[in-house]
């Protein structure tokens, strides 16, 4: 990653515009606001960033690409529109009639922020920015696991020829879907000018994506790096570590590019909450409430084995926790779980579904209990006691990031119908409020906002 830089903060030149067309309303003089737009592939995503748009002198427009996609995403887009009620500022493609060139000339962005580097949308968005000087940006929008191989395909092996069949029409879907979008926009950069007509390149890039996704995404070959050369400006991290897989891993693609340590986006709303409602001490009987974090893969949805697997370990970590002297159990679904998926496996369990969007029940509860969610590290960051649930029935990621490796936690054996050595540990918990000492984190959206106002 040549010339890279380390900073604590950014800037990047104010650009002379007239009107902004969309605008979060927060109040401000538009003359004084600066446009930050949000591309990403699905509708949930805007929940990530929607701290954006409080932010003084700032107009967030988050564009999301659901109505294209095909295959089981489409599906989960139709649970999606019924399940959020999305703010003014969020707008789907094809209100821009799916043209890049329209989207920036209608919006006008001071800058380009996407949470995800490894999507066909986001590296794409980012060469169309490129290519008009719009100075782009790079928060995750959580704690990626960064593997160095794809996970492997054991579902896929022990399948018969009727399984593998069946799993090979379930992609189809979705390489058409890669396919159409790949060389929609790939002309379209040629029609406007913002790429040159390299077929051959192209080509070789659209084969990766498509018989290689696992390389194309996180480990690109020389052609895919060259073909998004230099994407992005500044690279928002909660470890300035990280910066590192990407010049090992993304190498192009990251050229140049200032490395900025923040914190994750979760941080942004731990602390603006806490900052507006601080969090007090409270006189307590029991326990109080066990908090579990869902973190699952795409495939849970539509696999009727995987969601009756679901939950049933819900019903028995629930279970656990209240013999262990809690409460009850508090279930967070992701933001990406259509939501008839999150009452079917939590029905049986009588766990309470929080989907607010505070934090105000993970600072209240006494016990968090969950795989690898990047939530978690908000629960260390609390300093809550912490239990890590493991299954062999189900695909799940085991903690892989720091200081969640590190930190003292509880192991469940969901396969046990009753695990008595978790249940002793939980039981013997002292429960009590930890003092908390935030001074030290840093606000990755009032970073961006910072660097954007200049």
Known sequence: MAARRKTDAGTSSPRDKGDIVFSAETGHEKALTKTILVFDCWLPGFTYVAELANEPGISLVFVHTSSMQTGEPAKEYRSFRKQYDAPSWVHDFSEFDYDFK?????????????????HIEDRTALRFAKSRNVPTYFIPHGIFLLRDSPPPAEGIKKKGIPGKLATLFSKLPRVAYYTRFFWKFHFQMVRSGSRKNDFRRALQVYRTLIADYFSWQWHPNEAVQQYYRASIDTLILYDASIADYFEANFGAITSGATVVESGTLDVTRLLRQLHDTPHTRRTRQGKGQAYFISSPY?????????RRACAEILARLAALVREAGFDNLIYRPHPGEPAEFTAEISRASGAEIDTNRSFTRLVEANLVIGTSSSLLYSAVLLRKPIAIWTTRRIKIDLPYYE??????????DADEPRDEGALAQLSALEIGDAELDLSGLKDPIADLARMVRG
């Open 298 to 306: 795409p495939e849970y949805f539509s696999d009727r084995d995987s």
């Open 102 to 118: 329209r989207l920036f000339e209608q919006i006008r962005p001071d800058a380009l922020l996407v949470t995800s580097l490894h």
């Open 403 to 412: 200081p969640l490796i590190s930190y003292p936690k509880i192991a469940i």
